[in-house]
């Protein structure tokens, strides 16, 4: 069974897609998306030895080993990409998932649909999808232990990306679900605090004030969301 982040990675793959599922540690997520008709081929893939083992064992106990091949890749380097539809990379920081998407053509050739889970700086991964002509489809935020993930959903489409740096923050997070609430909220006391902090340096004096000023657009839409 899957936890709540990785349930909601799995809502947003294609129905009958190919996919591969990059950092898939112990394929928990390919299993799943096999066992339940979602995908009818996934690639688990990972770089580190010790992952790619439990995935191994993973798949063979599940009993699907004709259908998830497990394979050792930096990103999507050595995924045999060809008829792939669907790609998640979930677990990682915002800017590694940049980094690993931008150097794959292919994901742009093909608009493959794109499901990334970053563990921080989700701003930074916004921003680079948004600049590199990825749209962002949906969105939701997910709780999980003591933490607050996004999981956003994303394709190459860039007449319909967005430039705004407050849309960098705060994405399409806008269904104000209680998952959502509380991840914008946390987001808002963070920038509070760093803006804060920064308003009184000279060289960080701009980035500060940005902060804030993003950090209040935050609370009003929370206010108007909430009514």
Same mark, same amino acid.
């Given at each position: 069974? *899957?936890?709540?982040?990785?349930?909601?990675?799995?809502?947003?793959?294609?129905?009958?897609?190919?996919?591969?599922? @990059?950092?898939?540690?112990?394929? +928990?997520?390919?299993? +799943? *998306? /096999?066992?339940?008709? @979602?995908?009818?081929?996934?690639?688990?893939?990972?770089?580190?030895?010790?992952?790619?083992?439990?995935?191994?064992?993973?798949?063979?106990?599940?009993? +699907?080993?004709?259908?998830?091949?497990?394979?050792?890749?930096?990103?999507?380097?050595?995924?045999?990409?060809?008829?792939?539809?669907?790609?998640?990379?979930?677990?990682?920081?915002?800017?590694? /998932?940049?980094? /690993?998407?931008?150097?794959?053509?292919?994901?742009?050739?093909?608009?493959? %649909?794109? /499901?990334?889970?970053? #563990?921080?700086?989700?701003?930074?991964?916004?921003?680079? #999808?948004?600049?590199?002509?990825?749209?962002?489809?949906?969105?939701?935020?997910?709780?999980?232990?003591?933490?607050?993930?996004?999981?956003?959903?994303?394709?190459?489409?860039?007449?319909?990306?967005?430039?705004?740096?407050?849309?960098?923050?705060?994405?399409?997070?806008?269904?104000?679900?209680?998952?959502?609430?509380?991840?914008?909220?946390?987001?808002? %006391?963070?920038?509070?605090?760093?803006?804060?902090?920064?308003?009184?340096?000279?060289?960080?004096?701009?980035?500060?004030?940005?902060?804030?000023?993003?950090? %209040?657009?935050?609370?009003?839409?929370?206010?108007?969301?909430?009514?």
């Amino acid at each position: 069974m *899957l936890d709540k982040r990785l349930a909601v990675c799995a809502s947003y793959v294609n129905k009958n897609s190919i996919a591969a599922d @990059i950092g898939t540690d112990h394929a +928990y997520l390919p299993v +799943y *998306l /096999i066992k339940n008709g @979602i995908s009818r081929f996934v690639y688990a893939c990972d770089i580190k030895e010790g992952p790619l083992k439990a995935a191994s064992l993973t798949v063979v106990q599940s009993g +699907y080993a004709d259908k998830i091949s497990v394979v050792r890749s930096d990103g999507l380097d050595s995924v045999p990409l060809s008829g792939v539809t669907d790609v998640i990379v979930a677990g990682m920081g915002g800017e590694t /998932i940049a980094e /690993i998407i931008g150097r794959c053509d292919y994901l742009k050739e093909n608009k493959v %649909n794109l /499901i990334l889970q970053p #563990m921080t700086r989700a701003h930074t991964l916004r921003r680079f #999808m948004c600049i590199s002509g990825f749209s962002i489809k949906a969105e939701a935020a997910v709780r999980s232990g003591e933490f607050c993930y996004t999981v956003i959903n994303a394709e190459y489409s860039p007449e319909k990306t967005n430039s705004d740096e407050y849309y960098f923050y705060t994405g399409e997070l806008s269904n104000l679900k209680p998952d959502d609430i509380e991840y914008l909220s946390r987001l808002k %006391n963070k920038l509070t605090v760093s803006g804060e902090g920064m308003k009184n340096s000279s060289d960080k004096k701009a980035k500060g004030e940005k902060n804030i000023e993003i950090a %209040n657009k935050i609370s009003e839409f929370l206010k108007e969301g909430i009514k």
